[in-house]
Structure formats: structure tokens, C-alpha cells
């Protein structure tokens, strides 16, 4: 039983990471591919589409985070409480993570289509980028938060 918490742990590590990873890779690829676009017709926009369009790295970030945290307490022969509790922080933080990082390359991708045809759009873009960037900083939060039911 306990090699199946470990390995259960595991996997909540696994989703912490590739979920958020995947997701953050994919909004960037969303919002990325809109900076070829804006730059064909404006080449001068390059700096300030590319800062519309790095934000979903970040939910990759988390993850990582997430799981800088949680790897310490994740050996063989733990409770499957603990194994439990990591690996639905790991399901809900790469869940969040993935579902928000690709919204946010959607915003993102609208800011860097404007910026191309001219219009000053980076902070409103950038506001507007954040609204589902703070569901994954929420998801990081809980993920925290629930390590203190660990024993």
C-alpha cells in the first residue's frame, strides 16, 4: 500500500508540472504567433508585443513552484493522506494552470493583434491578461495552503 501512495504522490507531482507546463506552452504559442502577425506590419512593435505576449509562462511557473514545495515531503513509504493531498494539489494546480494559460494566450493574442494594426492597447491588454492569470496564482495559493493538512 505504501509504494501505491508513492506512487500516487508521484503523479500529483507529474500533473503539478506537465499540466501547468503544457498549458503555459500552448497560450504561448497562441499569443506568440500573433507577434509574427503584428510584426509584418508594424516592426517597430516587436518589444512591446512581445511583452503582451510572454504572460503565460507564467502558470508554468507555478507548477514549479507547486512542486519545489510539495517534492520534499514525497518519499517511499509515506501515508496515503500525504500521497492524497499531493496528488489533488497537483491535479488542482495543473488543471488551473493549463485552463488559465491558454485563456490568458487568447487575451493576449487580442492585445497583439491591436498592437500590430496600431493601437496602443499594452496596459489594457495587460489588465485584461491578469483577470485569468489570478485563478492560477488562487490555485498556487490553495496548494499551499492544503500542505498544512499534511502529517
Avoid: W
Avoid at 28 to 33: E, P
Avoid at 106 to 118: E, L
Wanted: charged share 5%; proline share 4%.
Amino acid at each position: 500500500m505504501n509504494d501505491f501512495a508513492f506512487v500516487l504522490a508521484g503523479v500529483g507531482l507529474a500533473l503539478m508540472v506537465g499540466l501547468s507546463g503544457c498549458g503555459s506552452a500552448i497560450g504561448l504559442v497562441i499569443s506568440g504567433s500573433c507577434v509574427i502577425g503584428a510584426i509584418r506590419k508594424r516592426p517597430e512593435a516587436f518589444g512591446t508585443a512581445m511583452v503582451a505576449a510572454v504572460l503565460p509562462s507564467t502558470q508554468g511557473i507555478y507548477g514549479f513552484v507547486g512542486f519545489m514545495i510539495y517534492m520534499p515531503t514525497v518519499a517511499p513509504g509515506m501515508s496515503m493522506l500525504n500521497a492524497s493531498i499531493v496528488f489533488g494539489a497537483g491535479l488542482m494546480l495543473g488543471l488551473v494552470a493549463l485552463v488559465s494559460a491558454i485563456q490568458q494566450g487568447i487575451v493576449c493574442a487580442s492585445s497583439v493583434n491591436a498592437i500590430g494594426s496600431g493601437h496602443n492597447t499594452l496596459g489594457p491588454g495587460l489588465i485584461m491578461a491578469a483577470l485569468p492569470e489570478f485563478y492560477a496564482i488562487l490555485s498556487l495559493v490553495a496548494a499551499i495552503l492544503v500542505q498544512s493538512a499534511m502529517k
